[in-house]
């Protein structure tokens, strides 16, 4: 008896991201040097397009998916940042990963700082229109210091916009 496949693949957990970009090759790139990506696989369109219509990249223990933009399949962020979807990144140190990540091409739409819930944390937008927010756990906190500490985040910044 053959043995059952199972519904997530080895290696895969249930929610993955699955990034569509323009130019998925130079993203496994960018993300082999700005984050020490180890490429799974890629798949060519068949034909000499030079997209790819799957890859997979390794990120530290989670497995990242790839396409290129296909018309009426997929769509790519237009490069501005503007996106509804922010892929969270934990690293040993966030300023170093957010200085590779800019040596490589990413730009910074948030400065690493120490975080009300305990993490260090900045946020880059990569040269593909994806926003990454890169952060450390520093501190084991309970709701109640989180809560505490947002509350003050929030009071500070409204004086310094008042």
Known sequence: MAAKTKSVPEGFTTVTPHLVVQGAAKAIDFYKKAFGAEEIVRVPEPGNSGKLIHACVRIGDAMVMLA????????????????????????????????????????????????????????????????????????????????????????EHAKMAG
């Open 68 to 155: 290129d933009d296909f018309v009426g399949c997929s769509v790519a962020p237009d490069g501005s940042g503007n996106t509804p979807v922010t892929v969270h990144l934990f690293v040993p140190d966030t300023d170093a990963t957010i200085a590779k990540a800019v040596e490589h091409g990413a730009k910074i739409v948030m400065p690493a700082m120490d975080m009300f819930w305990g993490d260090r944390y900045g946020q880059i937008v990569d040269p593909f229109g994806h926003r990454w927010s890169v952060g450390t756990h520093q501190r084991d906190l309970t709701p109640e210091q989180i809560t505490e500490g947002a509350t003050a985040m929030f009071a």
